[in-house]
């Protein structure tokens, strides 16, 4: 339900320590005097939402426990692809973020849902269509079932808006108002624009994509960095850190937490799950404060998102059982609804929309029917191409990005260098 950027790469003592936890890191057991089990590999808060769908689950299927092995996100990621790697300790069902789904799709480990006897393609018109194409493969093959999103959203503390004289169409009619609302931010209350420069890379390049090529990489492979929508990007990343608008704290961070508790941060780009954990966790005494906003000239975007997918190698009696838990979770609108309430993941399936719980307003936002908004852009974001070196583009665009901020590497210069270095990495 929220994107990390993790390395893709395993040492061997990762593996081993992934080997490990994968054989110690058993909870929620539900398989008493069941005939068969299955295990399912979660993470927060994915594995509430498949404990929660225990009693339907076990009324469809009384004779079969399930098995709930749960870690956290970054131990989660890792255990799976060592599982992946070395063939041990599969899960009949395993939990994915959307960073990870690009990098799995090309593997060959997974599952190909569209074959039979699963043919998920019969269906696939009831999920979001961007979060099925995240999980297509180069050949047509469907990895992953999506069960939740996360719809961009600007997220804005009105009360600094206010004090800097600043409107909600100055931080959305372009890309150059917003850098230039969040100057009158830092002149008038010391606020930052966002958190780090990086942040608003992240939205620009998903701007203007064209259909049936990915962040990094076409259809055939061939690199797209060196491109006007990656030198627009920087160019913007550039003036944010030129006019000292960004905190220099990374996502995740404590020093990120404590700036929404102490309001020194104004915007925060992100998905809409976001809302959910300042409420809950990160700065819930700045209730009231927020109110959420669509990206800067429209730029549908989406920030993670969670799928279920099924080991090739995991055990075959399993898999007709793996792949009905996979419907149930995803394809059942009370179980998806149910999800939405409880954790704050926003439905992939389609026909949960026209449900009044969008229609209510979000105390948090200051009572604010954000959800409305929410819905609308998942309507509204394309699909994206994923590709197996995506998570090492990632790292290697954020790399050359730090290289144009930190040490005045020309633009031209990094967006080159990148793309040489990915087109090495590209047929791997």
Same mark, same amino acid.
């Not at 917003?178 to 966002?194: D, I, N, P, W």
């Not at 259909?211 to 990094?216: A, I, N, Q, R, V």
């Not at 070196?389 to 005045?408: R, W």
């Given at each position: 339900?929220? @994107? ?26 539900? $398989? ?68 990870? *789904? ?71 009619? @372009?890309?150059? @108002? ?20 990086? +942040? ?119 898999? $007709? ?28 399936? *389609? ?31 394309? $699909? ?21 901020? +930190? ?22």
């Amino acid at each position: 339900m929220f @994107s990390c950027n993790r390395s893709p790469f395993l040492s061997r003592r990762q593996a081993v320590r992934g080997l490990a936890a994968l054989a110690a890191g058993a909870s929620g057991v539900r $398989a008493d005097a069941a005939e068969q089990v299955l295990t399912v590999a979660a993470f927060p808060a994915v594995d509430k939402i498949v404990e929660a769908a225990l009693p339907a689950w076990q009324r469809l299927h009384p004779g079969v426990g399930i098995k709930i092995v749960s870690r956290q996100f970054a131990d989660h990621h890792t255990a799976m692809t060592t599982a992946l790697s070395t063939r041990f300790y599969l899960p009949d069902v395993m939990a994915l973020e959307v960073g990870y *789904v690009g990098r799995f799709a090309q593997g060959g480990g997974l599952e190909d849902l569209a074959a039979s006897p699963y043919n998920i393609g019969q269906v696939s018109d009831r999920y979001v269509p961007y979060a099925v194409r995240q999980a297509t493969g180069r050949g047509g093959a469907i990895v992953a079932a999506p069960t939740d999103i996360g719809p961009g959203t600007l997220l804005v503390r009105h009360d600094v808006m206010a004090k800097a004289g600043v409107s909600d169409d100055d931080l959305t009619r @372009s890309w150059d @108002s917003y850098v230039a609302a969040g100057v009158k931010f830092k002149q008038s209350t010391g606020a930052y624009l966002l958190a780090h420069a990086r +942040d608003i890379k992240d939205i620009a390049i998903r701007t203007g994509v064209q259909p049936g090529e990915g962040l990094y990489f076409d259809q055939q492979s061939h690199v797209l960095v060196d491109t006007p929508r990656f030198a627009r990007a920087f160019e913007l990343a550039r003036e944010v850190r030129k006019h000292k608008l960004d905190a220099r704290v990374p996502t995740w961070s404590n020093e990120w937490g404590e700036s929404f508790k102490r309001g020194t941060l104004a915007t925060q780009l992100t998905g809409a799950w976001l809302a959910g954990h300042l409420s809950n966790w990160l700065a819930p005494n700045t209730k009231g404060l927020w109110h959420a906003l669509q990206l800067p000239e429209q730029s549908f975007a989406a920030f993670g998102g969670t799928f279920f997918a099924m080991p090739r190698l995991a055990p075959a009696a399993n898999k $007709a059982l793996a792949w009905q838990l996979i419907q149930l979770l995803t394809l059942d609108r009370d179980m998806q609804l149910a999800a939405f309430k409880s954790q704050d993941a926003f439905p992939a399936l *389609v026909s949960t929309y026209d449900d009044p719980f969008f229609e209510q307003p979000l105390p948090f936002l200051g009572g604010q029917p954000a959800r409305v908004m929410w819905r609308d852009a998942a309507r509204n974001i394309k $699909a994206v191409a994923v590709h197996k070196q995506d998570a090492f583009a990632g790292e290697v665009i954020d790399t050359e990005l730090d290289k144009v901020l +930190d040490q005045a590497k020309p633009i031209s210069t990094a967006l080159a260098d990148a793309a040489r270095l990915l087109s090495k990495r590209s047929h791997r």
